[in-house]
């Protein structure tokens, strides 16, 4: 059974500092891209950031370039999302999501929270 497994949100001051980590398993993801989305109160879902598993190719929402990172460690089968100046406008519930390449995304995390204050 395929999970993904979000960590590491949580309440941080304006301009602080998160990294969260998305912990993968259940099958192997070497043709997948990993990806990064979130949803704030109030609004749609939308697209941080995405990794490609094998060769680390990355993308990014254009508003949040230089400030989150998006990395993974294939041996440890872990992705993770930087996040550096967090703002309160960051403030939303962060999903890891896994899809096939030139496939939509087909796995999701549970969220975790991130909670920035002004």
């Known amino acids: 059974q395929v999970q993904l497994v979000e960590s590491g949100g949580g309440l941080v001051q304006s301009g602080g500092s998160l990294r969260l980590s998305c912990a993968v398993s259940?099958?192997?993801?070497?043709?997948?891209?990993m990806g990064w989305f979130r949803r704030a109160p109030g609004k749609e879902r939308e697209f941080v950031a995405s990794?490609?598993?094998?060769?680390?190719?990355?993308s990014y929402a254009d508003s949040l370039k230089g400030r989150f990172t998006i990395s993974r460690d294939n041996a440890k089968n872990t992705m993770y999302l930087q996040m550096n100046s967090l703002k309160p406008e960051d403030t939303a519930v962060y999903y890891c999501?896994?899809?096939?390449?030139?496939?939509?995304?087909?796995?999701w995390g549970q969220g975790t929270q991130v909670t920035v204050s002004s």
């Open positions: 990794i490609r598993w094998i060769g680390g190719s990355t």
């Open positions: 999501a896994a899809g096939f390449l030139g496939s939509g995304w087909e796995y």
């Open positions: 259940g099958r192997t993801f070497s043709n997948y891209n």
